[in-house]
């Protein structure tokens, strides 16, 4: 889908298509951003849309003793939603009700929609997600990688990406400080492992610097020092402040099916803020990398050392890849340019 040519429509219908829309909770970053934030330009696009978010969460708590009453009571929850879907013309679907499981999706109003961002049939391979596809009439994928995925079992598919609000993730003036930072849920802490040395490495060579980690719990970093860590727990009132006085953001991955999957949504929301990035090239993180000069790719230990070392160093070229960085995110990524073209998408697999 050709994002650039979907021109919002001059004026809402009298007869706006009503979605259901099932997410996985309050602070589910795919519920937020693909779906909740959209809701006031989609109805101004003519589509009506209401969210029914799980009160419990759709991820189960850490203690397995206490899945199974979890479990029941996230089901539970979400009846009346259900019953209540009946009354629109499409549901949305953002993944699956219970992670992992097929559970009550087949008995939501038809049409189905379902909304995807990480590659989740390597979740208990072969079971839930073809099944899940197979109910709906189409599938929004975040990237073309999902979508080659999913096409196997369901040939209806639109490529949407996750959307900035540039209107609230913006550059600020530049500080003199210099921050390498990180913004993400803690189980991206894996991806730090590999290239932990660089970090280290980097940390050294400029004494003044920080490695700053945003997230909902601390690292246990064993490279580098302790006090050479800023951790500032998330929270909405503080996520774009806290990118905002980076120096340059990273996101590394591994080269793994799973992070082929990734949507690159925290390296696209530094570029909103004007901040150069070095990621490592694998999956839409290249397609983002390719698509103008906001930063640096990265694979190995030296390739983290020699691109970070860089960016701290050469202020004017930090500068000039922030200033493209978030030229390339309203042009392609921006909440303005998205909502239309989930328009189109829920229109279309709505048979309207």
């Not at 259901?20 to 519920?31: E, I, M, R, S």
């Not at 040395?197 to 580098?224: G, K």
């Not at 080269?255 to 990035?277: N, Q």
């Not at 390719?290 to 983290?304: E, I, K, M, N």
Request: hydrophobic share 40%; net charge positive.
């Amino acid at each position: 889908m050709n994002l650039s040519s979907i021109e919002p429509d001059p004026s809402a219908p009298s007869n706006p298509l009503r979605v259901a829309a099932f997410t996985g909770g309050d602070n589910v970053p795919g519920a937020r951003f693909r779906i909740r934030q959209h809701i006031p330009a989609l109805r101004d696009l003519g589509v009506d849309l209401t969210e029914f978010a799980a009160p419990l969460g759709s991820y189960p708590p850490r203690s397995r003793l206490a899945r199974p009453l979890w479990g029941v009571a996230t089901l539970a929850a979400r009846l009346p939603g259900i019953v209540r879907s009946h009354g629109f013309d499409v549901t949305w679907l953002q993944r699956e009700m219970l992670s992992k499981y097929v559970t009550l999706e087949p008995l939501t109003r038809a049409p189905r929609v379902l909304d995807v961002d990480d590659a989740i049939w390597l979740n208990r391979p072969g079971r839930f997600a073809p099944r899940l596809a197979r109910l709906c009439a189409g599938v929004i994928c975040g990237n073309s990688y999902l979508a080659e995925n999913f096409e196997r079992w369901n040939p209806n598919i639109a490529i949407v990406p996750t959307a900035v609000d540039t209107r609230r993730f913006t550059p600020a003036p530049p500080s003199e400080e210099l921050v390498i930072g990180w913004s993400g849920t803690s189980g991206g802490y894996e991806y730090f492992r590999p290239i932990e040395t660089a970090f280290a490495t980097v940390l050294q060579r400029f004494p003044q610097a920080r490695l700053r980690i945003v997230s909902d719990r601390p690292p246990a970093f064993t490279r580098i020092a302790p006090e050479r860590v800023e951790y500032i727990r998330w929270s909405p009132d503080n996520e774009v402040s806290a990118i905002q006085g980076m120096t340059v953001g990273i996101m590394p991955l591994l080269d793994s099916p799973w992070a082929r999957g990734k949507c690159s949504f925290k390296m696209l929301t530094y570029m909103a803020c004007g901040i150069p990035v070095v990621a490592t090239p694998v999956g839409m993180n290249a397609d983002v990398l390719a698509a103008g000069d906001c930063g640096l790719g990265a694979r190995s230990v030296d390739d983290w050392v020699d691109a970070l070392t860089t960016l701290l160093q050469d202020h004017s070229l930090a500068r000039t890849y922030g200033r493209t960085g978030r030229q390339i995110i309203v042009e392609r990524y921006s909440a303005e340019v998205v909502a239309p073209a989930l328009k189109q998408a829920l229109t279309r697999f709505a048979g309207r």
